[in-house]
C-alpha cells in the first residue's frame, strides 16, 4: 500500500509559476514511477508527467513541455513538478500518483493522492 499527499496548489497570475510536492508513504518509493496528471473540469484526466524510479526517464505531455519540470527525491520519498510560465489553461486538480512500471495512461496507476487545486488567472 502507498500513501500519498500532494501539496503546493494555489492562485497565481498567468505568467507565475509554482512547485508541487507529492510526499509517498512505504518502502519501495523508490522502486516505483511517478506521474503528475491533471484534471479540470468536464474533461478527463490527462497525464502532465512522469518519471521513472531512477530519474533518468521521463515524459511530459506536449502541452507543458519546456515550462514543467518532473523530478524525485527518492531520500525524501518526494516527486516535485515544477511549473513555470502557466497558462489559464492549466487551471485544474493536479494529482500524483504511482505506477510498477513507467506508463503514461491513467490506468497504469495503482495508487493516487487526493488532489491539490491550481488556478491560473488571466
Known amino acids: 500500500q502507498v500513501q500519498l499527499v500532494e501539496s503546493g496548489g494555489g492562485l497565481v497570475q498567468a505568467g507565475g509559476s509554482l512547485r508541487l510536492s507529492c510526499a509517498a508513504s512505504?518502502?519501495?518509493?523508490?522502486?516505483?514511477?511517478m506521474g503528475w496528471f491533471r484534471q479540470a473540469p468536464g474533461k478527463e484526466r490527462e497525464i502532465a508527467a512522469a518519471?521513472?524510479?531512477?530519474?533518468?526517464?521521463?515524459y511530459y505531455a506536449d502541452s507543458v513541455k519546456g515550462r514543467f519540470t518532473i523530478s524525485r527525491d527518492n531520500a525524501k520519498n518526494t516527486v516535485y513538478l515544477q511549473m513555470n510560465s502557466l497558462k489559464p489553461e492549466d487551471t485544474a486538480v493536479y494529482y500524483c500518483a504511482v505506477a510498477s512500471v513507467f506508463a503514461v495512461g491513467p490506468h497504469r496507476y495503482d495508487y493516487w493522492g487526493q488532489g491539490t487545486q491550481v488556478t491560473v488567472s488571466s
Open positions: 512505504g518502502r519501495t518509493f523508490s522502486t516505483y514511477t
Open positions: 518519471i521513472s524510479w531512477s530519474g533518468g526517464r521521463t
